[in-house]
């Protein structure tokens, strides 16, 4: 476990970056550390790591004080990702990831391989790593960032903003590798960033802090969006936090419906004669697109009749992505597909409504607090 | 004038023997290195500390603009007067020449380090030295291999004083045609002198291609091709 004890930090110039905060993570899961910019929440990350010192107060890990070790032996069991991923330019890919091990002894040769194997578990292909960083993407960096502050295997991760600097989708990507790693190795990680989305979406604890180090609240993700302590948090999680908390909702409890459907090749005899909108499938049973009410079919059915898909909602999962399958698609049917890809049925926001409505009449009699 | 120089030039006697273009030429080469080699073990250490610790760095910029506003002839003259004719007083001088620009060049290679590679190398649970030595050295080496370079022409051309205090190289055959007025025998001494030293910094930019890691080389490239 990692415990700030009522830790404070006043920089030689008088910012008081932390005050008075305590709080504590939980060993194996991820707690983010989530605010506006210069909260002090990098001031509060590195005093783990003893990268910065609190002019008082004391920093635990697994109840001894930090101060007890070595600063550099203590670093080298506390993995740590920065924000532009700080790669050595000088050193390959392979002899990045190494540095840790290197440093604690370890052989070349068995440092090399063990590099070799987290690039693999970050998801890199072996030969990137003869590469040096200046021949990588921006991912790519950020993902040898984080092979590289796994290398020594350490009980922690400290990542601050690691994936600040790359564009949204790469950075889904990975944010998703990263739960996926976290489901593998169980490490207990202390993550920093100033986006709720990202804090919300990681965290199993999320701690908001306000300008001047203040810790404004810390709770899980779902307690957040639902009962933000006060206005400052209020404003901080955003407008759209009753849709966002759907994403803690899960969809097991939607019944999607069948509804027409007609596969790519198929000629005009085998499109019903139909009112409504049609689901085009393809030889996998993976919907492809939209047919439009009345559309004429001359000769086979091909791709650039339909029109495109909304989001697909697969099977099982929070009914946020229910309720935007059904809002984003042409239709207003939300595609529903099992984890293959291929379909299942369909559903409507009349239905996700009618379910969370269900859910919060539920609650209320049972007399919990909405 | 050209006839002259030629005529020079195509003169077996001036090939041949210790006084011969050869003989100098190596003389002077040797001078250089010795020369620029105390240089580097003076001023490599001193830059890298200095760079490392960013200590001392106001004090250090002033002596050594200082050192490089000596006039080296002056300088020499002072240390023959110290320490007798020989080779120490001119080698001594061409030293104080050199060390300004290695000096510079050391500094500033471990100053361009961005802070954020040096605070992952602290991150990463390096000690003090381990920081120098695996990450700032390597990532300072263009810009100390650069002063070198700078320090190395200036020596080459300067290195003529040596002949002032009795001593060889090319320095001997300009200031002996002075002496006699052979505006030619001056010209030609001119003439390997810029050779040398066009020859002693590709050799220098050599080894700067072996020694500066690669993903350096990349990297700047990179720069240049995204700006
Ligand atoms: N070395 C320092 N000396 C003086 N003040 C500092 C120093 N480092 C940080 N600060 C100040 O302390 C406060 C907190 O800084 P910190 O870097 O912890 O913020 P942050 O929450 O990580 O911000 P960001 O999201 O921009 O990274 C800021 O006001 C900052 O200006
Ligand atoms: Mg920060």
Known sequence: ?370 | MIADLLAWLTNPEHWRGAGGVPAQTLLHLYYCVVSVGTAMLIAVPLGLYIGHTGRGATAVVAVSNAMRALPTLGLVTMLVLIFGLGDTPALAGLVILAIPAILAGTCAGVDSVPSDIVDAARGMGMTSIQRLWRVELPNALPLLIGGVRSAMLQVVATATVAAYVNLGGLGRILLDGLAVGHYEQMAAAALFIALLAVAVDLVLAGISRLVVPRGLALAAEANRDGS
């Open chain 1, 1 to 370: 476990m990692l415990e700030f004890r009522s830790v404070r930090k006043q920089y030689e110039n008088g910012t008081v970056a932390v005050q008075e905060l305590s709080m504590s993570a939980e060993t194996g899961t991820i707690t983010v550390l989530v605010g506006p910019s210069g909260c002090g929440k990098t001031t509060l990350m590195r005093m783990v790591n003893r990268m910065i010192e609190p002019s008082s107060g004391a920093v635990l890990v697994d109840g001894t004080d930090v101060r007890e070790f070595d600063a550099a032996r203590l670093r080298r069991g506390i993995g740590y990702v920065i924000q532009q991923a700080g790669l050595f330019p000088h050193r390959t890919v392979l002899d990045n990831v190494a540095t840790v091990p290197l440093l604690s002894g370890c052989r070349r040769r068995e440092a090399r391989t063990r590099a070799a194997e987290l690039l693999d578990r970050v998801g890199l292909p072996a030969d990137l790593g003869r590469r040096y960083p200046a021949q990588l993407s921006g991912g790519q960096q950020q993902r040898v960032g984080v092979a590289r502050a796994l290398a020594a295997d350490p009980p922690v991760l400290l990542m601050d903003e690691p994936f600040s600097a790359v564009d949204p989708v790469v950075r889904a990507g990975l944010q998703d590798e990263l739960l996926r790693l976290q489901e593998e190795l169980g490490k207990t990680v202390l993550f920093v960033t100033h986006d709720i989305d990202e804090a919300i979406k990681l965290g199993e604890k999320v701690a908001v802090l306000r300008q001047g180090g203040h810790l404004a609240q810390y709770a899980e993700p779902d307690a957040l969006l639902a009962e933000p302590a006060d206005d400052f948090v209020t404003s901080f999680v955003g407008r759209d936090r009753g849709y966002r908390r759907l994403s803690f909702r899960d969809s097991r409890r939607l019944r999607p419906e069948a509804t027409d459907t007609v596969h790519i090749g198929d000629t005009s005899a085998d499109v019903p004669s139909r009112a409504g909108w049609v689901l085009v499938l393809d030889a996998h049973r993976r919907p492809r697109g939209w047919l439009p009410p009345e559309a004429a079919v001359d000769g086979q059915l091909t791709e650039d009749q339909l029109v495109a898909g909304g989001s697909l909602h697969v099977e099982g999962t929070s009914l946020r992505g229910a309720l935007d399958s059904a809002l984003s698609a042409p239709s207003g049917l939300g595609v529903v597909v099992d984890g293959d890809g291929g379909y299942v049925g369909v559903v409507t926001a009349r239905q996700v409504l009618d379910l969370i409505e269900e859910h919060r009449s539920s609650v209320t009699a049972e007399g919990v607090a909405p």
